[in-house]
């Protein structure tokens, strides 16, 4: 049963409070991601089966949702996917780019 709703947002975005308070007068479960912790905070596993039934999971701050569990997503100005600063300009982008195919794909496929 799907029923949570994904937020994906920045975690000092003020304007969440006064949704995630609505969520809960109606007992309705809820999840705030920020996409900008992906991949270095982050654990993606997602699995397309034969009958376009997706499975897997997001696991980020202690934190799991099993992908089959969101209902829908709530969009609001998160923080940008960003490879670790360190590395070579070139690795960083293809982190970021490969990143974000990666979790913007897996989102586009939920229902």
């Known amino acids: ?3 949570t709703v994904l ?8 304007h969440l409070d006064r949704l995630t308070q609505e969520l809960d007068q109606l007992h309705h479960s809820w999840i705030r991601f920020d996409p900008g912790d992906f991949p270095q905070h982050v654990t993606l ?18 934190k ?32 970021e780019r490969e990143a974000r195919a990666g979790l913007w794909g897996m989102l586009r496929t939920l229902n």
Request: proline share 8%; no cysteine; glycine share 6%.
């Open 1 to 3: 049963m799907r029923h």
């Open 7 to 14: 937020i994906l947002s920045r975690s000092d975005d003020a």
């Open 45 to 62: 596993r997602f699995e397309l089966g034969d009958s376009d039934k997706t499975q897997g999971y997001l696991s980020f701050r202690g």
């Open 64 to 95: 799991r949702i099993a992908l089959e569990e969101i209902g829908s997503i709530w969009y609001r100005r998160p923080t940008p996917i960003q490879a670790p600063a360190d590395l070579p300009p070139l690795q960083q982008t293809f982190i």
